[in-house]
């Protein structure tokens, strides 16, 4: 199933709702946001529903986070969407769909971060909250937190493209930088739970700084470097040693170079991502350009760590 086989509106969401969870059937319903997996409906005031609507993997790991989340949240220091009820496929959806907490703040590829030391304290809080030793029935990354050796395949496809697309200018510094990532030793400490997917669409902001943490479909145990990579993509000039002094137990030279290549590849993304929504592309997100383009400058302009 994709977007294009199934309209998703407030009278779907609200006949799911009576039809499942007649108990909240006198909340209103109204659009939150349309994401790149799911879309997001407001559903009263401190609610929303979550219902996967471009790709086939969003059903997987919308049951994933209903699984794990709710046992994790409680110990983080950021606001996260906590998974309440699962719904069940139906005649008039036929995929599951989540109801969650509704987390207040403005997605950072639409509201960036200004104050960068409070930022830089906030997220290095929120990581090390949540990169302790996950158990051994953790679900496994589909493609996050394993060796960057892995990704080859993804960077070599993303630098071709952007490259392309004219939206890289120095080809071969971008190189030099995947090369030191790669280069570094792999990751030997217990796996650790990470987010997996922290970009600026993922992560609020309110007043300038973070507020919440959204989105954890791709939540997994691995190597901590891949959520390590978000210094470089979320946060302004200027603060990532301010990040990497307030993140415990600090990470060692190797993690760091690690996760400016996991930064890189993030950055691929947006840029393809947000051209895709220039041209008109389905599920292509215009506001995610400018964020990969300031990490991109960014990686390019510091010295390896």
Known sequence: MTHTETEITAELVGHLIRDQHPDLADRPVRLGARGWDNQLWRLGEDLAVRLPWATESADELLRKEYAWLPALAPHL???????????????????????????????????PVTRGAEAADALA??????????PADAPAGRDRGG?????????EGGLAETVRLGLVDDPDAVRAVWADAVAAPAWTGPARWIHGDLH????????GTLCGVIDFGDLCAGDPACDLAAAW????????DRFHRAYRPAADPATRRRARGWALLRAFGGLLIGEAGLRGGPGGKPTWGPPAHAALRRLLATARP
């Open 77 to 111: 220091p950021l606001p996260t969407p906590v998974p309440q009820r699962l719904g069940a496929p139906s005649e008039r959806f036929p995929r599951p769909w989540l109801v969650t907490t509704w987390v207040p703040g403005t997605p950072a590829d639409r509201a």
């Open 147 to 155: 060796p960057l050796t892995d990704r080859l395949g993804h960077f």
């Open 233 to 240: 993509t979320l946060l302004p000039d200027g603060t990532l």
């Open 200 to 207: 600026a669409a993922n992560v609020l902001t309110d007043d």
């Open 125 to 134: 809080a929120f990581l090390t909250a949540l990169h302790r030793p996950a």
